[in-house]
T-cell receptor
Framework: GAVVSQHPSRVICKSGTSVKIECRSL??????MFWYRQFPKQSLMLMAT?????????EQGVEKDKFLINHASLTLSTLTVTSAHPEDSSFYIC?????????????FGDGTRLSIL | AQTVTQSQPEMSVQEAETVTLSCTYD???????LFWYKQPPSRQMILVIR??????QNATENRFSVNFQKAAKSFSLKISDSQLGDTAMYFC????????????????FGKGTHLIIQP
């Protein structure tokens, strides 16, 4: 149980393209989902917290107009990288906790490797 | 804001040996959770062990155990009888506890320790 599916696993696209990444909780409801970014050989950095039915909360330094987050249902959150540029190339990974409570562990998707040419 | 520090960028031990990975953190929160995650080359994040700050007893999961020193803000991971499959990046992470119904908080990660188990 507690599976988080992330799609696509890898994207290669041209500069200026917008890219959408989906994060789904397959067998549980996730009121809250999280989006992280990981540069090569570095740690995961929290980008934003996605709450179902409300606006996402972005961490300091993360451009909300660049990284659009939508959490339309209890099982789906999407991250859209708008007008992507080579510096946006990174590994993006989402996580979700059961019911959105902090006493439940977070389960991670398998990540999306984004490469902007 | 909280910070998590892992001072060992890389460690290498022989198979079957015991290895300890260190982690310190800084926070003004009293209620929180601490985690160790394993990230193999596939880059999947795998939860190794979790510790609630209000529990004095150290968490254990089979060959994995922690030494949680709340006053010292230290949270080390001990891997006993290490196996080749333990080779991976290990991240220490902090999460503030939210009250029931208050939702969950994001994780703050350390920079990681690359653990190599030699045959």
């Amino acid at each position: 149980g507690a599976v988080v599916s992330q799609h696509p696993s890898r994207v290669i696209c041209k500069s200026g393209t917008s890219v959408k990444i989906e994060c789904r909780s397959l067998d549980f409801q996730a009121t809250t989902m999280f989006w992280y970014r990981q540069f090569p050989k570095q740690s995961l950095m929290l980008m934003a917290t996605s709450n179902e039915g409300s606006k996402a909360t972005y961490e300091q330094g993360v451009e909300k107009d660049k990284f659009l987050i939508n959490h339309a249902s209890l099982t789906l959150s999407t991250l859209t990288v708008t007008s992507a540029h080579p510096e946006d190339s990174s590994f993006y990974i989402c996580s979700a906790s059961l019911g959105g409570y902090s006493n439940q562990p977070q389960h991670f998707g398998d990540g999306t490797r984004l490469s902007i040419l | 804001a909280q910070t998590v520090t892992q001072s060992q960028p890389e460690m290498s031990v022989q198979e079957a040996e015991t290895v300890t990975l260190s982690c310190t953190y800084d926070t003004s929160e009293n209620n929180y959770y601490l985690f160790w995650y394993k990230q193999p080359p596939s880059r999947q994040m795998i939860l190794v062990i979790r510790q609630e700050a209000y529990k004095q007893q150290n968490a254990t999961e089979n060959r994995f155990s922690v030494n949680f020193q709340k006053a010292a803000k230290s949270f080390s991971l001990k891997i006993s009888d290490s196996q080749l499959g333990d080779t991976a990046m290990y991240f220490c992470a902090f999460m503030k506890a939210m009250y029931s119904g208050g939702g969950a908080d994001g994780l703050t990660f350390g920079k990681g320790t690359h653990l190599i188990i030699q045959p």
